[in-house]
Nanobody
Framework: QVQLVESGGGLVQAGDSLTLSCAAS????????VGWFRQAPGKEREFVAG????????VVADSVKGRFTISRASARRPVYLQMNNLEPEDTAVYYC????????????????????WGQGTQVTVSS
């Protein structure tokens, strides 16, 4: 049973960078697309970025475009979310999620499309 494990969160200052990692435990997620979502206190969970099974197709939310980059070296490797020029508004719990996606360029942005979720990692950006 594949589990998703996030890491890399922490407390940083505005303008700093962080890289979050989403790895598969107990198996591989080489047939899965992976999405990053975040939930700030008192707000709905929102889509941040997603990448298809091969890494050839990516989608980034407008709210973080130009600052956040999602990547994966190959279908079997972890998925990374590189976050640059962080702002206090980026403070949230960040979750990675997976959906079956083999041999497709489609990257879903809806939470309901993802069936497997990690526990989340806290990112706090101070001003």
């Amino acid at each position: 049973q594949v589990q998703l494990v996030e890491s890399g969160g922490g407390l940083v200052q505005a303008g700093d960078s962080l890289t979050l990692s989403c790895a598969a435990s107990g198996g591989t997620f080489n047939t899965y697309a992976v999405g990053w979502f975040r939930q700030a206190p008192g707000k709905e969970r929102e889509f941040v970025a997603g990448i298809n099974w091969s890494g050839g197709s990516r989608v980034v939310a407008d709210s973080v475009k130009g600052r956040f980059t999602i990547s994966r070296a190959s279908a079997r490797r972890p998925v990374y979310l590189q976050m640059n020029n962080l702002e206090p508004e980026d403070t949230a719990v960040y979750y990675c999620a997976a959906r079956l996606n083999f041999n497709s360029d489609y990257v879903g942005q809806g939470q309901i499309e993802y069936f497997k979720w990690g526990q989340g990692t806290q990112v706090t950006v101070s001003s």
